[in-house]
């Protein structure tokens, strides 16, 4: 029984115990950041992003289409949740490995007309939700501008048979700011 007791009692004290950083604590922690590479295919991606402390993070990214003709990709808009590992030396920056999840709207599956070079979409927009991995790195200047890159790929979890897609991916080149 005392046994049981003990092993609560370090749980808990794991779970309570906060870090004694003076450094840590007096860093800027929230930061937005753009996607500069999906303007060119016509869609805007933002970033907020939260950092819990030295090594870990949390954000959502949201991506949307705002010219159909210039974007090739079946997606026409996502919400992406992530929870970031920082692997570098200073504060949340570095090399990471991110877990996300991803809603999202996909053009339906497309039908072919070999006769006429015509292509058509079956069905309305596919609403769905992947999981995915990723990794990238980021650059934090000591004025707090922003510079990363990253990847990402995710598997549909519900409505795959509905599109022509399996898989969602997540890219691109963020310049931002840290506040």
Not at 22 to 44: I, Q, Y
Not at 58 to 85: E, M
Not at 117 to 128: H, L, M, P
């Amino acid at each position: 029984m005392k046994k049981k007791y003990l092993i609560i009692a370090m749980l808990f004290s794991i779970f309570v115990v906060k870090a004694q950083d003076d450094h840590a604590e007096n860093e800027k922690k929230n930061e937005l950041k753009l996607n500069v590479l999906v303007p060119l295919s016509g869609a805007f991606e933002g970033t907020y992003e939260r950092n819990l402390n030295k090594k870990s993070s949390v954000g959502v990214s949201v991506f949307t289409v705002f010219n159909n003709d210039k974007s090739h990709d079946d997606l026409n808009y996502s919400v992406s949740p992530y929870y970031r590992r920082y692997f570098g030396k200073k504060f949340a920056s570095g090399f990471f490995a991110e877990g996300f999840g991803m809603l999202s709207s996909i053009d339906g599956k497309k039908i072919y007309d070999i006769n006429d070079n015509s292509v058509f979409t079956e069905g309305s927009d596919v609403i769905d939700f992947s999981l995915g991995l990723g990794l990238g790195s980021k650059w934090v200047t000591k004025s707090g501008f922003i510079f990363e890159i990253n990847a990402g790929l995710g598997k549909l979890l519900f409505n795959a048979d509905k599109t022509d897609h399996t898989q969602v991916a997540r890219f691109g080149f963020h310049v931002g700011y840290r506040f």
